[in-house]
């Protein structure tokens, strides 16, 4: 049975559950207070009919020491009694008021034979209800007992029980109900909180587009409420920008797994064309041969380093224990002139110019992926600039970072493009063959690498110029 109750108070509600708690502890504070508050006003009636029983044995003990006995009246439903005491007999003198049950006024009188002190005790006699005993000395060897009845303080007793009784119900009832109530209003920023999160178990977080649609609102439940509240709305917040996350990193994905499917899908097809042509006889002859197979090796040659840049940025991006990194000491001055002569020597009629700063400009880094880096940046100039566009590069150094700046004077990145400019297989001229627009992941690879080395790179430069800053740490790297 307390088993079942138990599991049934468990699954009540909180707010529930808090009231029933407060209405037990409520009746443990009412009982306790109920049963002080009656022994105290028991003890404080019983005190005063005591005195007052004094006050009367006074005038007794002069009535009975001239007369023996008590000749005037007492209180109506009184009783008193003069004994003759010695050693343990007390004999009744007579007449005398006594109930029919006198045995309890004898017994008294026997103690107080013992006593140097007054007594008082409190009796049930038969077929009267409680009294109140109480014996004093009116001369040796004489004790008189008076017995009042206590009728009226349980009365008085029984009627403050009955008031406590109605009170405590009332103010219990009121209690439960009334906290209840106030507790389901400030629990109901929880019921809100509960709500919110039904309606995200509800929510498809499958979707790329989304925000979750729900929201704790702002009402008002204490401190601890709107600390839970805050802490809430900020999870949110979090799982939002955790699937915005998530959602672009699958459209990038998507558009990733499209854009290297269409690049691969030429070179293959050019592949599978050239490697056709050898079942005819006037694709075998020697000079059509060489010329099929020269094709053939410049299409694998463009897959490979297309696939090549694909490896090293997906090694990039998985954040490699062992980054594809060879640190050593290097000088960027000479890195940048040898990146300069390569390019005047593929690019002649590109004229470019080198500005270096300091003679030697020692930092730890992997010299061959900042040479691609350069390498990049000048090729994505001389391929997007029409001949004869001049190509700086600027090499700088501060107390903190190197920089090298890599510009040309030609058309520019329109502004619609810049945000994408570092996107993997994105072009700005859409209609640029791949023979000389590339596959678009030059800029891309640069940008990995650049972070990969703790630095940044950005897209500067005025409309009819381009700028590319690439910004080292001049500390360890």
């Known amino acids: ?82 004994y003759d005491v010695s050693g343990t007999s007390a004999d009744l003198r007579t007449p005398a008021e006594v109930p029919a049950d006198s045995r309890a006024l004898t017994a008294l009188a026997q103690t107080m034979a013992r006593s140097d002190e007054d007594l008082t005790r409190t009796v049930r006699i038969d077929g009267h209800g409680p009294y109140l005993l109480r014996a004093c000395e009116v001369e040796p060897g004489v004790v008189l007992v008076s017995a009042a009845p206590m009728g009226d303080v349980e009365d008085t007793v029984e009627q403050l029980i009955t008031v406590q009784v109605v009170a405590f119900g009332l103010a219990l009832l009121a209690l ?10 400030g629990l109901k920023p929880l019921s809100d909180m509960a709500s919110t999160a039904h309606g995200i178990t509800s929510h498809n977080l499958a979707e790329s587009a989304a925000r979750l649609p729900l929201r704790v ?29 998530r959602a672009e990193a699958e459209q990038r994905l998507r558009r990733f797994v499209a854009d290297a499917s269409h690049e691969l899908r030429t070179p293959l097809m050019s592949v599978r064309g050239y490697a056709d042509l050898f079942q005819y006889a006037a694709a075998n002859a020697p000079g059509e041969r060489e010329r099929h ?26 954040a490699e224990v062992e980054a594809p990194l060879r640190w050593e000491d290097a000088d960027l001055t000479e ?76 058309p520019g990145v329109p502004a619609a493009d810049r945000e994408r400019i570092f996107d993997r297989f994105y072009r700005v001229d859409k209609a640029r063959s791949r023979d000389r627009g590339g596959s678009g992941l030059g800029l891309a690879v640069a940008g990995s690498l650049v972070r990969a080395h703790g630095g940044t790179i950005e897209l500067g430069g005025e409309p009819g110029t381009t700028v590319f800053t690439v910004t080292l740490p001049a500390a360890a790297l």
């Open 293 to 318: 197979l020269a094709r053939l090796r410049a299409e694998a040659a463009r897959m490979g380093v297309l696939l090549d840049d694909l490896l090293l940025l997906a090694r990039l991006d998985a």
């Open 335 to 410: 890195l940048v002139r040898q990146a300069a002569d390569a390019f005047r020597a593929g690019h002649p009629e590109h004229p470019l110019t080198v500005t270096a700063g300091p003679a030697v400009v020692k930092l730890r880094l992997d010299p061959q992926r900042i040479r691609q880096v350069l390498d990049n940046l000048l090729t994505n100039a001389a391929v997007h600039t029409p001949a004869g566009t001049k190509v700086s590069v600027v090499v700088s150094v501060t107390a903190d970072a190197v920089r090298v700046a890599v510009a040309d004077t030609g």
């Open 1 to 82: 049975m307390i088993r079942r109750w138990w599991h049934a108070y468990r699954g009540l509600r909180l707010g529930t559950r808090l009231a029933l708690g407060l209405g037990v502890l409520s009746l443990v504070v009412f009982a306790v207070v109920g049963t002080v508050l009656t022994a105290y006003m028991r003890d404080y009636l019983e005190r005063q009919l005591a005195d007052q029983m004094k006050l009367v044995q006074v005038v007794q003990s002069k009535d009975a020491a001239e007369h023996g006995t008590v000749r005037r009246k007492p209180y109506y439903g009184w009783y008193t009694a003069v």
């Open 176 to 185: 439960v109900v009334l906290g209840r109530r106030m507790l389901r209003r």
């Open 217 to 245: 609102d702002g009402r008002d439940g204490g401190q601890e409420v709107a600390e839970l509240r805050t802490a809430f709305n900020t999870m949110l917040e979090h799982i939002d920008d955790s699937l915005a996350v």
